[in-house]
């Protein structure tokens, strides 16, 4: 319930305050001096946010998220990794931007820990190495070919056992045209 109610608390932050911030490190700041005030000490929200305009600029914030991967169309694939505390542990924590320019054909992968965190019989787990292998290792992907690759290769890993935690897995491709 408590995680719940944090993220309920994001959502709404978010929604109230994105159309009036034009930068998404202030708006994380905004939030997290929220949350500071309004959850318990122990309490706080990973969190990473991306805008992306129609000419492909790409802008994001990352506080205290896993990395945000940028997938080119050679296969390399970039990290936008964390530039802050997780929202609601200090008010006083600040966050940076990051900018980057998307060209047709690239794609923009964002997952939550339930998926790095699955493990295998050993008890190691998938880790965020596996899933950036497995996004650079498709040739010519889709969206929809990532998320399913990604999903593939944590149940392979897990020998189809359950996931530990809740997984959140999000491909935006900027399409070719």
Do not use: W
């Amino acid at each position: 319930v408590g995680a719940g109610m944090i993220a309920s608390g994001v959502h709404a932050a978010v929604r109230l305050l994105a159309g009036k911030a034009d930068d998404l490190a202030d708006l994380a700041g905004h939030i997290n001096r929220y949350l500071s005030g309004a959850t318990a000490d122990n309490r706080f929200a990973t969190f990473g946010m991306v805008k992306i305009d129609v000419e492909g600029g790409l802008r994001a914030v990352n506080a205290g998220h896993l990395p945000l991967l940028i997938r080119r169309t050679d296969g390399t694939v970039e990290q936008i990794n964390s530039s802050g505390l997780p929202l609601g542990i200090l008010e006083a924590a600040t966050y940076a931007e990051s900018a980057a320019v998307l060209g047709p054909g690239d794609f923009v992968v964002l997952f939550t820990d339930g998926l790095t965190e699955a493990e295998d019989e050993d008890d190691e787990e998938f880790g965020v190495e596996r899933v950036t292998a497995v996004v650079a290792s498709l040739v010519d992907p889709t969206a929809e070919g990532l998320c399913d690759a990604i999903l593939e290769a944590v149940d392979a890993f897990t020998d189809g056992a359950p996931l530990q935690d809740d997984a959140t897995l999000l491909v935006v491709e900027r399409l070719k045209v």
